[in-house]
């Protein structure tokens, strides 16, 4: 327990399990207060009763693909805490390792609505609440972005997946490098593979040759990251003592990236 974050105001968005979660307890455990969303009210319901045991928690379920949800959820933290000072843009989907000739269309866009828009949509809503005037405290805040290995590499995962976490690079730096003098950072961390229930995606409908190619790749480094220790990392770049960190890329993959 640390006060690192302490009267802070967060959202988290995917934090009924796996990363989400993990961010969520680092920041409680920080001294933030953290409103968690997720679409799985199931686990949802299961991480506010763990995670209420931190700290001040407040959830909603809700889909944040659907229009209206990503200004409702900084309206709802506005409306419950008086304020916003962090986003973490965390919630995501892998895709089915399909290469772009094969993508279906459809397909392309809903996974390019969950892994890129939703961080976009929370960010506009986000930006806008950071700079209200007479907002309680100072203006500005900090949105951490969560990409992945797949936002630097090309055959870890399909087209849709890879480069919605490339562009994910470029929405965080457009962020840092628009508001930085208005007391916004924005940054992106680049995790390798993590124990989540992401990985149900490697199951089933899976584009065969695909999955074969990224498992070939997958072996140069079967390291997995720690997603606790990953959380902590994040508390410490959302607050004040990472006031010097704005559009970095944090790679964050057992040294992944570097072969
Ligand atoms: N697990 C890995 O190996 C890995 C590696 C690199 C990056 N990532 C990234 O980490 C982030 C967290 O994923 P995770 O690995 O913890 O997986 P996860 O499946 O455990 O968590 C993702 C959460 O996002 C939620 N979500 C999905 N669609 C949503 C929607 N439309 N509205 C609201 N919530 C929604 C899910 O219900 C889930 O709880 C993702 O952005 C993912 O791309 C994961």
């Known amino acids: 327990m640390s006060n690192l974050l302490a009267s802070k105001v967060a959202i988290v968005t995917g934090a009924a399990g796996g990363l989400g979660k993990a961010i969520t307890k680092a920041l409680l455990n920080a001294g933030a207060a953290v409103l968690i969303i997720d679409i799985n009210a199931t686990m949802l319901k299961e991480a506010k009763a763990e995670l209420s045991t931190l700290g001040e928690v407040h959830d909603i379920c809700a889909d944040l693909t659907q229009a209206a949800a990503t200004q409702d959820t900084v309206k709802a933290a506005v409306d419950k805490y008086g304020k916003l000072d962090i986003l973490i843009n965390n919630a995501g989907v892998m895709d089915t390792f399909t290469p772009i000739g ?17 961080a976009a949509r929370m960010s506009k809503f986000a930006v806008q609440e950071f700079l209200r005037p007479g907002r309680p405290g100072p203006q500005g805040g900090v949105i951490l972005n969560v990409g992945s290995i797949n936002g630097l590499r090309g055959g870890l995962a399909g087209a849709a997946y890879t480069t919605a976490k490339h562009a994910l690079v470029g929405l ?4 840092a490098a628009h508001y930085a003098t208005k007391g916004i950072r924005a940054n992106i961390i680049m995790p390798g593979l993590m124990e989540t229930n ?20 997958l072996g140069q480094n079967p390291a997995t990251v720690n997603i606790e220790k990953l959380g902590k990392l994040v508390a410490f770049t959302c607050s004040d003592d990472a006031d010097y960190l704005n559009g970095a890329i944090i790679s964050t993959d057992c040294g992944w990236q570097a072969i």
């Open 172 to 175: 965080t730096r457009s962020t």
């Open 102 to 118: 094969d993508v279906e269309l459809d397909y392309w866009d809903r996974i390019i609505s969950i892994d890129l828009t939703i």
């Open 198 to 217: 992401i990985r149900t995606a490697y199951v089933n409908g899976v584009h065969e040759e695909g999955k074969t190619l990224a498992f070939s790749l």
